[in-house]
């Protein structure tokens, strides 16, 4: 990409609602473990303002920001205003992370590798005689990412949406494979090893919301990975953990897809634990 020439990096998030967003103090935080300066700023970007949207791609543009992130709702529309996406973007079909490159605005995806390097903490592949299989609720941008990343990895993946032509949509962006989809309304959930919620159902201020309707049965020895990490446990957690299943949030994710982008626009790679205690404090 192309940097700034002195060292005051102006970085930013693009999204909606970004009340609650962690990824200022983690961006802070790699800033100074790595002696750089500069600032993160959350930019709100409503749903339906593409002159906005365009308005703040502008400024990367012309260089009076040097990165963005991007988070809903805005990981698929903001590409129609890209010059190009990089071949993980591209394949995914959604971006998070957007710099200049060689005078092109770029679009990228850390997500799907940030993802896969926080479950990893938690499964591993060679555990499994057999192939692992995954539950994917939701079909929007994160949905995307963990697609491609499940994939890649070698696991069995079912999709499963409350607006089932996105999911079908979504599994035939990776026509490779065959992606069963599905709703929750009569599937049975004994058959996966991992369930992941990529939907903001649980997020804050709706704390008592979850994918999973009240009766549902997990498999025992499921674990349960919601992309949610706010609140630290959702409601979807704690329905897991009530039935013995293993529940993460995804706060490791988060934090991975950011150091990522971090390096990309920096040239930095910043220490994990610091931007661990910079959240946890």
Same mark, same amino acid.
């Given at each position: *990409?192309?940097?700034?020439?002195?060292l005051?990096?102006r970085?930013?998030?693009?999204?909606?609602?970004?009340?609650? /967003?962690l990824?200022?103090k983690?961006?802070?935080?790699?800033?100074?473990?790595?002696? %750089?300066?500069?600032s993160?700023?959350?930019?709100?970007?409503?749903?339906?303002?593409?002159?906005? %949207?365009?308005?703040?791609l502008h400024?990367?543009r012309?260089?009076?920001?040097?990165?963005l992130?991007?988070?809903? !709702?805005h990981?698929?529309?903001?590409?129609?205003?890209l010059?190009?996406?990089t071949?993980t973007?591209?394949?995914i079909g959604?971006?998070?992370? %957007? =710099?200049?490159h060689?005078?092109?605005?770029?679009?990228?995806?850390?997500?799907? !590798?940030?993802?896969? /390097?926080?479950?990893k903490?938690?499964f591993?592949?060679?555990a499994?005689?057999?192939?692992?299989?995954a539950?994917? %609720?939701g079909?929007?941008g994160?949905? @995307?990412?963990?697609?491609y990343?499940? $994939?890649?990895?070698g696991?069995?993946?079912?999709?499963?949406?409350?607006r089932?032509?996105?999911?079908q949509?979504?599994?035939?962006?990776?026509?490779?494979?065959?992606?069963?989809?599905?709703?929750? #309304?009569?599937?049975s959930?004994s058959?996966?090893?991992l369930?992941i919620?990529?939907?903001?159902l649980g *997020?804050?201020?709706?704390i008592?919301?979850?994918? $999973?309707?009240?009766?549902?049965?997990?498999?025992?020895?499921?674990?349960v990975?919601?992309?949610?990490?706010n609140p630290r446990? /959702?409601k $979807?957690?704690?329905?897991a953990?009530?039935?013995g299943? @293993?529940?993460?949030?995804? $706060?490791g994710?988060?934090?991975?897809?950011?150091?990522l982008?971090f390096?990309?626009?920096?040239? =930095?790679?910043? !220490?994990?634990?610091?931007l661990?205690?910079?959240?946890? #404090?």
């Open positions: *990409m192309q940097r700034p020439s002195t005051n990096f970085l930013g998030l693009i999204g909606y609602p970004l009340t609650h /967003t990824s200022p983690i961006h802070a935080a790699a800033l100074q473990a790595c002696g %750089l300066q500069g993160y700023l959350p930019f709100t970007i409503y749903p339906t303002d593409k002159q906005g %949207l365009q308005a703040i400024r990367l012309t260089g009076d920001l040097h990165g992130n991007v988070t809903i !709702p990981k698929q529309t903001v590409i129609e205003y010059d190009e996406l071949p973007a591209q394949a959604a971006v998070n992370t %957007l =710099c200049l060689d005078g092109k605005l770029t679009g990228d995806n850390t997500d799907a !590798p940030g993802f896969l /390097t926080d479950l903490r938690f591993e592949f060679s499994f005689s057999l192939q692992p299989s539950l994917v %609720l079909a929007g994160s949905a @995307r990412a963990v697609v990343a499940l $994939l890649t990895d696991w069995n993946v079912t999709l499963a949406a409350r089932l032509e996105q999911a949509q979504l599994a035939q962006s990776f026509p490779n494979y065959q992606l069963p989809v599905t709703n929750l #309304t009569n599937l959930l058959t996966f090893h369930l919620n990529t939907t903001p *997020m804050t201020p709706d008592e919301t979850s994918p $999973l309707p009240e009766n549902a049965v997990l498999a025992p020895g499921t674990i990975y919601d992309l949610v990490y446990e /959702t $979807l957690m704690r329905q953990k009530a039935q299943c @293993r529940a993460v949030n995804g $706060l994710m988060l934090i991975e897809q950011a150091a982008a390096e990309i626009w920096t040239g =930095c790679r910043p !220490p994990r634990q610091t661990w205690n910079a959240v946890e #404090t």
